[in-house]
């Protein structure tokens, strides 16, 4: 998720449980820096190797195991830092910031992403995908129902906040259960059997689906409006990545042949050359318009490169504005 709503949701569980009024404001505040810490692994980066970045945001710090460890290292800065400043003991702070470090790994999984919550048992990237990484909807409740316990002191409200979390990703759940039913009578009615299939929330909300499945050697993109007025906004299809057939100068042995194989487990195989672009390979699981093959990011291959140079990453956004107008338009489509 954003790193506001990983600070919220950290701020929430240690309200639920503090009993005393007076640390509600601490509780809040613990909880929500402890809440952020997990993503200071995207310091982990290199200059040489930017698939680098890829492997290890939402590993090690994220994992249920390190838990602890991050609870334990957030408490010790913010005891020493505004905890006994405040009488706060270090018992406290270190529940209040365990609680709120614990939170982070858990929402994650909930997206679309993927988390290494098992690791470093299994580096599976666990995905639920029941929420989009931004969803207003969802943070905006949570926002409000924190501050009145704040201010109110009554943690009533953050229990309220709490409530409100799991019931919209109850029904981020059921929404995608739908979309998945979608997915595969709309692969039906093409006479596809789905070697896998998948759906993703569209980006900030949990009404407006992508589906993708993969049949016949290429991957078929979609979008579906789950339910209030549930329709089929129809995509279109690329080929699977053959690195033999899209790059066949590239030696198997070089290093670019190795950050393929990288990027197509960071994309959990989804992976196809760039239809516009030869010299990509694209992660065909995300674009702002749900029911396109217009990829967030991608990594370049240079084919006159040396055997120890990486592949580029690349990120795109083209045309925001007009990707979201288009997005909008199937969130607020009428009834037919």
């Excluded at 109850?170 to 070697?195: D, F, I, K, W």
Aim: with cysteine.
């Amino acid at each position: 998720m954003d790193p506001i709503t990983q600070g919220l949701i950290g701020a929430t569980l240690p309200q639920v449980v503090s009993r005393d009024r007076r640390l509600l404001l601490w509780a809040g505040c613990f909880g929500f820096l402890a809440g952020l810490l997990p993503d200071l692994d995207v310091l982990i980066r290199s200059s040489s190797d930017p698939l680098l970045y890829l492997e290890y945001h939402r590993q090690f710090t994220h994992a249920l195991l390190f838990i602890p460890v991050g609870g334990l290292a957030s408490a010790v800065v913010l005891y020493w830092a505004l905890g006994r400043r405040k009488g706060i003991s270090f018992k406290v702070t270190w529940l209040f910031c365990t609680l709120g470090y614990g939170t982070h790994g858990l929402l994650d999984a909930f997206t679309s992403y993927g988390t290494m919550l098992w690791w470093p048992f299994s580096f599976e990237r666990i995905s639920f995908s029941f929420i989009s990484v931004v969803d207003p909807l969802f943070t905006l409740p949570v926002l409000v129902l924190i501050i009145l316990a704040t201010m109110r002191k009554q943690r009533w409200f953050a229990i309220g906040a709490l409530v409100w979390a799991s019931l919209y990703l109850g029904a981020g759940m059921l929404q995608r259960n739908t979309a998945m039913e979608m997915g595969a009578t709309l692969a039906a009615s093409r006479g596809h059997t789905p070697v896998r299939l998948d759906a993703k929330p569209s980006f900030g909300n949990i009404l407006i689906w992508k589906t993708i499945y993969e049949s016949d050697d290429r991957y078929f993109v979609d979008a579906v409006r789950a339910t209030l007025a549930p329709r089929v906004y129809s995509g279109t299809s690329v080929e699977k990545l053959d690195i033999g057939r899209d790059f066949p100068g590239l030696d198997p042995n070089s290093q670019q042949r190795r950050d393929i194989g990288r990027f197509d487990w960071f994309s959990d195989g989804f992976v196809a050359q760039d239809p516009v672009n030869p010299d990509r390979v694209i992660d065909v699981r995300y674009s702002m318009v749900p029911n396109e093959i217009d990829a967030l990011w991608s990594i370049g291959i240079s084919p006159s490169a040396g055997p120890n140079t990486h592949v580029t990453f690349q990120t795109h956004r083209r045309e925001p504005e007009e990707s979201l107008d288009r997005l909008w338009s199937m969130i607020i489509a009428p009834a037919r």
